[in-house]
């Protein structure tokens, strides 16, 4: 290289290479596999790196091409095609430096340019004179692929940046490596390479294909990922006409998925509140035992988190009562009970679904209940207990709280909440640091903005996060696409404040959220329970709840119970059952329950 340049451009009659001294490609080869590798481990870090690592991979890749051919599978490629190649790897990597504040959509869609402008690249070159029908295929073939996954990155951003985040990475580190193999075989860059042999282009070519067939799945898995988890149907719409009072039946129809021996069951639509008291539609179940006693107590059931979106309605997911962690519906029916379960607004029937909202969780709560007894064959009696668990132990303390006042007609002999959403504002900022704790956080900030005017993603959440809030809104739990809500998750462990901006306690989202901690006005008994190893909602946090309910003179039966998690608590071998069955009994039996507040552990 004249004059100690450490770069100088070559002009072959076959190929444009840069030559670059020894020392400069082994550095160049070293950081492209450790960037690659970076990539390719940790695709689920926060946003912000995440950026950061693919715009250095981009310009390491088109510096690559330049170079080595990018593992010289462009050292054959006329200087048209692989200048190209190379100059708009680098194009794209500057642009996502650049682009401060970059969004997953944005992200998505620089990726997705590249990778499809590239392979439509590719797929021309597989015309060019001269070359072997191998190469043409080789050519075709992996054109074909990164269009496929550039198509899909623009549809699907957050799954796809997963993706190729991945398959970057592992291009990187094969491409580092080939390089450096060529620099300590002592094969310079800008010597004409060897014709391959036979074997070398049957591996190549085969190599390409098994590309398409990867980019190919990944479109059929991302797809089928997106596509809902169920079908809402037209039982769910509104009708043009509805009763202007809550708690109205507007139809109802038998229903069979998930209903044990010896009991009937209907689904439900009704009329209710929402949280600014303009009307709303409802949906829910009903279930009774099939003995034709009638007047049956009720328990009034309060789901835990399905969902978001309107398609998690729990009337029509597979495993309608599992699915919000009610186990115990064959207990219910032994014990001669019958069950309400609201959907809540917003799952199965029109509307935002009020997630973490107190006040409009129990109208919902409520008005199922007063809907139910309109089935004359369901032969409900007037008692009432209301279980909930999770979320829904949260809408069962509020519908505690609020029943005197909306729906006297419904009058309450208890309340069972378990392992209930409390003190939300605290709950929230454990949520940030929890393994999966940012799909509920952004549930709460997806209803929140839809139910507060105040709330909006501009002051509530952080720049670059909206796309992904809004994905993760979209995935029930039960849903295989959640996984892709716990990958998303992982990344936003490492930077808790990836989704709330207003995280200093005194913005909109977080006032709101002090608004729906469940008041201490519960005027019936309370049968509290909490796992005292849950790793949603903290046993610490809950002890302090009840300390300050109990302090304003609520009655409190607070039991917790060792070694049982979230979910386990509510589970048919947990030892809450046998006691949460023999409280509820006691009440419908008009036993006085224990004055003030109790604690105990099991």
Known sequence: MAGGRALAWTRRSDALVVRMPRWGRVLLATVSVLVGAALALR?????????????????????????????????????????????LWVLAGLVVLLWTGLTVRALAVVVAVALIANGLSSVGGAFRRGATADARATAALLGAAGTVLGLVALLWPDITLLAAAIALGVR????????????????????????????????????????VVVALVLAGVSAAWHDPVAVVDDFYATPRTVPSEPGQLIRYEEFTRGVPDGATAWRILYTTTGADGSAAVASGLVV?????????????????????????????????????????????????????????????????????????????????????????????????????????????????????????????????????????????????????????????????IETYDDVTYANTVRTGAQVTVQEVAERCLSESSSYVSVLDALGMVTDPDLLVSDDDGTGAFQEHLAENVPPATISV??????????????????????????????????????????????????????????????????????????????
């Open 172 to 211: 990187m580190v094969l491409a580092g490596l080939l390089e450096l193999w060529d620099v300590a075989t002592g094969r310079p860059t800008d010597r004409r390479p060897a014709p391959p042999s036979r074997r070398r282009r049957w591996l190549r070519t085969t190599g390409a294909a098994l590309a």
């Open 525 to 602: 008994p309370v049968l509290l329970g909490q796992g005292a190893d849950d790793s949603v909602v903290d046993p610490a946090m809950q002890a302090a709840y009840v300390a300050s309910v109990c302090a304003e003179g609520e009655q409190v039966d607070y039991r917790t119970y060792a070694g049982r998690d979230h979910v386990p608590l509510v589970q048919e071998d947990s030892p809450l059952v046998p006691q949460l069955i023999e409280w509820t009994a006691a009440r419908f039996a008009g036993e006085p329950a224990t004055d003030g507040c109790t604690q105990s552990s099991y």
């Open 288 to 448: 009774v035992p099939d003995d034709g006693s009638g007047d049956y107590p009720v328990i009034d059931w309060a789901h835990g988190t399905t969902g978001y979106a309107r398609d998690c309605a729990p009337s029509l997911l597979t495993e309608p009562f599992e699915s919000g962690a009610l186990f115990l519906l064959p207990e219910i029916i032994e014990n001669g009970w019958a069950l309400v379960a609201t959907d809540y607004i917003g799952l199965g029937a029109e509307g935002a679904h009020p997630y973490l909202v107190g006040d409009a969780s129990a109208y919902a709560t409520l008005d199922a209940r007063r809907a139910a007894a309109q089935i004359t064959e369901a032969q409900l009696g007037d008692q009432t207990v209301v279980w909930g668990h999770s979320q829904g132990g949260g809408a069962a303390l509020w519908t505690g709280a609020l029943a005197e006042e909306y729906a006297p007609d419904v009058p309450l002999s208890g309340v069972v909440a378990l392992a209930p959403a409390t003190n939300l504002p605290v709950l929230m900022d454990e949520m940030a640091d929890m393994l999966g704790g940012s799909i509920l956080e952004a549930f709460t900030i997806a209803a929140y």
């Open 43 to 87: 695709p689920t870090t926060a946003l912000g790196l995440l950026a950061l690592l693919f715009g250095v991979a981009l310009v390491l890749t088109g510096l690559l091409e330049l170079v080595g051919g990018g593992g010289r599978a462009g050292a054959e490629a006329p200087p048209r095609w692989r200048l190209a190649a190379a100059v």
